[in-house]
C-alpha cells in the first residue's frame, strides 16, 4: 500500500464524526434484548456520520450499544490492518516508551497476590504487553486474540491462541488463575457468552479484572459525542459502572472494588475530548498525532497544526490530571477496572 494512502486510512479510522441525535427522535425504540436487563426499549443518543448504526440506550439500565448490531463481517472491517500499527509498535518511539512504562505500572497491580508462576490469559493481549510483562515476573502467560494481524510481534514466551470467539479457543475448564480483559470487553459482539466463557475456563476463586469506558462518567457526559472514549463504531457497548456490575455479577462473579484512576487512559481522554468539542480539527487529532508514521516527517496534519495541537498537549495536561484526581476521589472515573471472583 501507498505510504499516503496508508496515512488517510490512519487518520480516517478515529476521525469518524459523531453527533448528537435531535432532542426530537429520542423516543424509544424496540431493539434486542438488553444483555444486562434484557430490556427491549431503547433511546437513540448519538448518530455516526455516513452510517445507519446509532448509539441506543437502555431504557432500564444505561447501557449503550450499537443499533443495529453489525454483522461479525462488517465488524471486521472497522480494523483495517493500519489500526494495529506496526508489529510490537503503535505509537511515536517516545510515546510507546510512555505507553509502555505506564502500562508496566499496571503490571504490580494485575500481579498483586498471584502465586508464583500462576497462569494469566489476556484477552485481545493485542501486541502482549501485558503478557511480556507478566512473563517477565515468572507467570505462565497465555493470549487469546481474534486477529493474527494484532497479536504480530507479540512477546515470545505468550501462548496466543488466534479465534473468532473466547469460547471457540477451547481453552481447557478451571484452567487460569487469573483472567485479564483490557479495553477490550466494548469491543466484544456477544459479552454474556464471553462471562460464561470466561467463568468455565477460569478456576473457583480465580480472577478476573475488566477495565472499561465508564460510560456513566462525568468525561463522558461532559463531552457527550465529543468523548474521546466513545471510539465508534468499534465500541459495540458503552457500560455505566452500574450495568456492568450487573451482568459481572448475573455471570456468576463477585463484584469487588472498582478501580477509577487510571494515568494511562483518563487524562488524555479530557484533553481530547475537549479538542473535540472545541476545536474544529478532525476528530481525535492529537491521538493520530501521537501515532507513530511510517517515516519521519509525514504527518497527516501541517507544522502549524501540529505545534497547536502540542500547545494543547501541554497547556492541557496540568487541568486534565487535576480532573483525573478529581473525577477519582468521586469515584466516577472515565475508565475503570472492576476486579472480580468467580463464584
Ligand atoms: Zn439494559
Not at 427491549?40 to 431504557?59: H, K, L, Q, W
Not at 472491517?77 to 512504562?101: A, H, M, N, T
Not at 486477529?147 to 505468550?158: F, I, L, M, P, V
Not at 466513545?230 to 452500574?242: A, E, M, N, V
Request: proline share 6%.
Amino acid at each position: 500500500m501507498l505510504q499516503d494512502e496508508s496515512l488517510a486510512m490512519t487518520s480516517s479510522l478515529y476521525a469518524q464524526r459523531v453527533e448528537n441525535v435531535e432532542v426530537s427522535e429520542r423516543e424509544p425504540v424496540e431493539v434486542s434484548p438488553c444483555p444486562v436487563c434484557r430490556s427491549m426499549r431503547a433511546v437513540p443518543r448519538f448518530r455516526i456520520v455516513g452510517m445507519t448504526e446509532r448509539v441506543v440506550v437502555c431504557s432500564e439500565c444505561g447501557l449503550g450499544r450499537l443499533h443495529p448490531m453489525p454483522d461479525a463481517e462488517v465488524i471486521e472491517s472497522y480494523y483495517p490492518d493500519e489500526y494495529y500499527g506496526e508489529p510490537g509498535i503503535k505509537f511515536q518511539p517516545l510515546v510507546e516508551r510512555l505507553v509502555r512504562w505506564v502500562g508496566s505500572r499496571h503490571i504490580s497491580f494485575l500481579s498483586q497476590g498471584l502465586e508464583p508462576g500462576a497462569r494469566v490469559l489476556d484477552v485481545g493481549c493485542g501486541r502482549g504487553v501485558i503478557l511480556g510483562a507478566l512473563a517477565d515476573r515468572g507467570f505462565e502467560v497465555h493470549g487469546f486474540e481474534i486477529s493474527a494481524e494484532a497479536a504480530r510481534g507479540a512477546d515470545a514466551r505468550a501462548q496466543v491462541t488466534v479465534a473468532g470467539t473466547l469460547t471457540e479457543a477451547e481453552y481447557p475448564s478451571q484452567y487460569f488463575d487469573q483472567v485479564v480483559i483490557w479495553h477490550v470487553f466494548e469491543h466484544i459482539v456477544n459479552p454474556v457468552e464471553t462471562l460464561e466463557s470466561v467463568h468455565r475456563i477460569l478456576k473457583p476463586g480465580g480472577r478476573l479484572i475488566v477495565a472499561v469506558p465508564n460510560f456513566s462518567s462525568l468525561q463522558s457526559r461532559w463531552s457527550g459525542p465529543a468523548w474521546f472514549h466513545l471510539d465508534l463504531p468499534r465500541h459495540l457497548y458503552q457500560f455505566p459502572l452500574s450495568a456492568l456490575r450487573a451482568l459481572l455479577d448475573r455471570s456468576g462473579f463477585e463484584v469487588g472494588n472498582a478501580h477509577h484512576f487510571s494515568l494511562r487512559q483518563n487524562p488524555f481522554g479530557w484533553i481530547q475530548s475537549a479538542l473535540n468539542a472545541y476545536s474544529s480539527l478532525p476528530r481525535n487529532a492529537l491521538y493520530v498525532m501521537l501515532h507513530r508514521r511510517t517515516s519521519a516527517g509525514s504527518f497527516p496534519f501541517g507544522l502549524k497544526t501540529r505545534l497547536w495541537l502540542s500547545a494543547c498537549l501541554i497547556a492541557g495536561t496540568p487541568i486534565a490530571l487535576l480532573m483525573t484526581v478529581l473525577e477519582t476521589l468521586a469515584r466516577n472515573g472515565a475508565t475503570v477496572h472492576a476486579v472480580c471472583r468467580r463464584r
